[in-house]
Nanobody, 116 residues
């Protein structure tokens, strides 16, 4: 059963923008945190941004360029990515942490390619 569905990954030129969306299944309850991680080829998965309530957290490399938002009523989280650079290219994974039961959920990933 697919519990997190991501969309929005695409090929974009440097300096361009993309908006990623993540929809969590209604079977996931008591979501505390939603967020995005990314993994580039040959690198470890790294945090991009998370949102807990109204509190946000960003990797230093994306501060000022990326914005995470969440619609708690719809169980969705979006990541607006502006001023994209080649080093932002990666597979982006949606992440959810629920309180009851306490566990992590991961999406299947969506590819973001930044190239001219």
């Amino acid at each position: 059963q697919v519990q997190l569905v991501e969309s929005g990954g695409d090929l974009v030129q440097p300096g361009g923008s993309l908006r990623l969306s993540c929809a969590a299944s209604r079977t996931i309850f008591n979501i505390k945190t939603m967020g995005w991680y990314r993994q580039a080829p040959g690198k470890e998965r790294e945090l991009v941004a998370t949102i807990t309530g109204t509190s946000t957290n960003y990797a230093d490399s994306v501060k000022g360029r990326f914005t995470i938002s969440r619609d708690a009523a719809k169980n969705t989280a979006d990541l607006q990515m502006d001023s994209l650079q080649p080093e932002d290219a990666a597979v982006y994974y949606c992440y959810v942490y629920s309180l009851f039961p306490r566990r992590d959920y991961w999406g299947q990933g969506t590819q973001v390619t930044v190239s001219s």
